[in-house]
């Protein structure tokens, strides 16, 4: 069942993830096949979809989870009867079967069956998105982060990740984040394209940091911008729910329940089921994390690519 889920990856085929360029833009070949951003080009969105969009790391997952309550009117036991990737399907994620008999058809394809609302995960930049996203005025929640914390939440989710390049120090990946080689390309482009689409009424534009330091006030935001109210108390639940221990406690929003659970696995248990040289995907949730990853000079070389990237923009990071 949740080989439908648009979550679940299975290794590429061969054990070594082929990284291709669509559009300037890397992208691993077995997930986000070119066949998929080809058909994405005209694929149809409908007015009430929400869409979480991020550069992988930003705070997707948390997000998706609020969208999530939110158009369930804080209603989650029924957010609770389902995982949060069969939920929140990942749309230019194709799905591979691991028992080779099995034919999974690509997400978005599996997405047009889905009732309205649906919500729907992306980490494609804007330039790449279905260009009907945008003509039907769907509503996009876009959550950026300090390029800092993502580098480093970015580097550990790739860790043991058959489904990205693997690097073999820290060091090799700082670097190739801060060429813009990394999977989805710069994450200043991805960035700028949707800072620029702030003020338009279906997009809203939010912060992890922000979010960290006032989730209420982030829930309610959302609310708002889906065109929900509510009481205090449903206020407080959905915010309970999202909270990062709850989150990592609960094997429907916890990813690493699906991520790499293998067909039949009986009991869940994030602890058991997570392979050697993996991490935890909900790893530390923290701003500053980055603080004991970051070598001074990388700290530096950081911040002048953060000043010369987003000069003028107006987006700024606390970090
Ligand atoms: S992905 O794979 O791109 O969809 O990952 P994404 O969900 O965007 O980002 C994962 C990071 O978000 C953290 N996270 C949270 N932080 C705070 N509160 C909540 N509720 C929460 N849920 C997820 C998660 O721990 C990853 O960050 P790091 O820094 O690695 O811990």
Redesign the pocket.
Same mark, same amino acid.
């Not at 992988?56 to 948390?62: F, Q, V």
């Not at 995907?281 to 923290?286: D, P």
């Given at each position: 069942m949740f080989l439908q889920s648009g979550g679940f990856r299975p290794p590429a085929p061969n054990g070594k993830v082929k990284i291709y360029e669509c559009e300037g833009v890397p992208l691993a070949e077995h997930c986000m096949q070119p066949s998929t951003m080809e058909a994405l080009k005209t694929w149809q969105a409908r007015q009430d979809d929400v869409f979480v969009v991020?550069y992988?790391?930003?705070?997707?997952?948390?997000t998706q989870e609020i969208v999530s309550a939110v158009i369930r009117k804080g209603d989650l036991e029924q957010v609770n009867k389902t995982h949060t990737y069969l939920r929140n399907p990942f749309l230019e994620a194709t799905i591979f079967s691991s028992t080779k008999d099995i034919d999974v058809p690509p997400t978005h394809e599996i997405i047009d069956k889905m009732k309205s609302p649906r919500t729907i995960k992306s980490?494609l930049p804007g330039h790449l998105l279905p260009p009907d996203v945008m003509e039907k005025k769907s509503r996009i929640v876009y959550v950026a982060r300090n390029p800092k914390?993502l580098a480093?939440?970015y580097y550990?989710?790739s860790m043991g990740n058959p489904t990205l390049p693997q690097y073999d120090t820290w060091n090799d990946f700082f670097d190739d984040f801060c060429a813009g080689k990394t999977v989805y390309g710069p994450w200043w482009n991805h960035y700028l394209y949707y800072w620029k689409l702030r003020h338009e009424p279906n997009v809203l534009f939010l912060k992890f940091e922000n979010m %960290?330091k006032d989730l209420k006030g982030t829930v309610e935001r959302i609310g708002h911008f889906l065109e929900y109210t509510f009481s205090d108390d449903v206020l407080d639940r959905i915010v309970s729910h999202?909270?990062?221990e709850n +989150?990592k406690a609960n094997p429907m929003t916890n990813p690493d329940t699906l991520r790499f659970m293998k067909t039949n696995v009986e009991s869940i248990d994030n602890n058991n089921i997570i392979p050697k040289d993996s991490h935890p995907? +909900?790893? %530390?949730? %923290?701003v500053g994390?980055w603080k004991s990853h970051f070598t001074v000079s990388q700290n530096e070389a950081m911040d002048a690519l953060i000043r010369e990237k987003l000069a003028g923009s107006g987006l700024v990071f606390e970090c």
């Open positions: 991020t992988p790391k930003a705070g997707t997952t948390w980490h914390d480093v939440s550990y989710f %960290k999202c909270t990062f +989150m995907f +909900m790893r %530390k949730g %923290k994390d």
